[in-house]
């Protein structure tokens, strides 16, 4: 258990619909981290947070946001979402930006 | 874009071999990371070594890094079942904090 914590586990849903995915990093952890993983793009950085604020930004749609709250929990919200849009959605946390990354077990998004 | 690629893409051993896998890369990087991945579940953070690193061992791993050739390998050593997953090396660049994964190596351990 790497202590990130991430709801749900699984969402299916249909094309053009908004959901949101929640992660809840490792305690003492203050940076955020949100990858997109599907067979054919592999792993893919989407975006990070620092203590709240925007710190990096990857190959994140603009149909895609996301941010951290004063708790420092992290949502990322994904809206009119097409078929590709299915994939495994990671959060992950470090201590510090650019350090080890701890892993949550993933929200696997089916979009129908 | 993925800036480590890893080789090869898949290896299958027996159980008590050794495997090794590379990683290539572009970019001047800050750190280079390996993580492990059993099927469809989160990555596993394994070993991080820094530029100035040459080698580093954890356990059964060993992993060295070679910045003028842009590239670092992993190798575990007598390996088990357990090992079965795939493994992502990961860069962060010199001068930014996101990391780029290259696209994995399969391990099969046979037992």
């Known amino acids: 258990d790497s202590g990130v914590t991430q709801t749900p586990k699984h969402l299916i849903t249909a094309t053009g619909q908004r959901v949101t995915l929640r992660c809840s990093p490792r305690?003492?952890?203050?940076?955020v981290y949100w990858y997109q993983q599907s067979l054919d793009q592999g792993l893919q950085f989407l975006i990070q947070?620092?203590?709240?604020?925007?710190?990096a930004k990857g190959n994140i749609l603009e149909r895609f946001s996301a941010q951290q709250f004063p708790d420092l929990h992290s949502e990322l919200n994904l809206s009119s979402l097409e078929l590709g849009d299915s994939a495994l959605y990671f959060c992950?946390?470090?201590?510090?930006?650019?350090?080890?990354?701890?892993f949550g077990p993933g929200t696997r998004l089916t979009v129908t | 874009s993925q800036q480590g690629e890893e080789d090869p893409q898949a290896l299958s051993i027996q159980e008590g071999e050794n495997a090794t896998m590379n990683c290539s890369y572009k970019t001047s990087i800050n750190n280079l990371q390996w993580y492990r991945q059993n099927s469809g579940r989160g990555l596993v953070h394994l070993i991080l070594?820094?530029?100035?690193?040459r080698e580093k061992h954890s356990g059964r791993l060993r992993v060295t890094l070679d910045t003028s050739k842009k590239s670092s390998s992993l190798l575990i050593t007598a390996s088990r079942a357990a090992d079965t997953a795939s493994y992502f090396c990961a860069t962060r660049p010199a001068d930014d904090y996101k990391l780029s994964f290259g696209a994995g190596t399969t391990v099969t351990v046979r037992a």
């Open positions: 947070y620092y203590n709240g604020e925007e710190r």
């Open positions: 305690s003492g952890d203050l940076s």
């Open positions: 992950a946390s470090s201590v510090v930006g650019g350090g080890e990354q701890y």
């Open positions: 070594i820094r530029s100035n690193e």
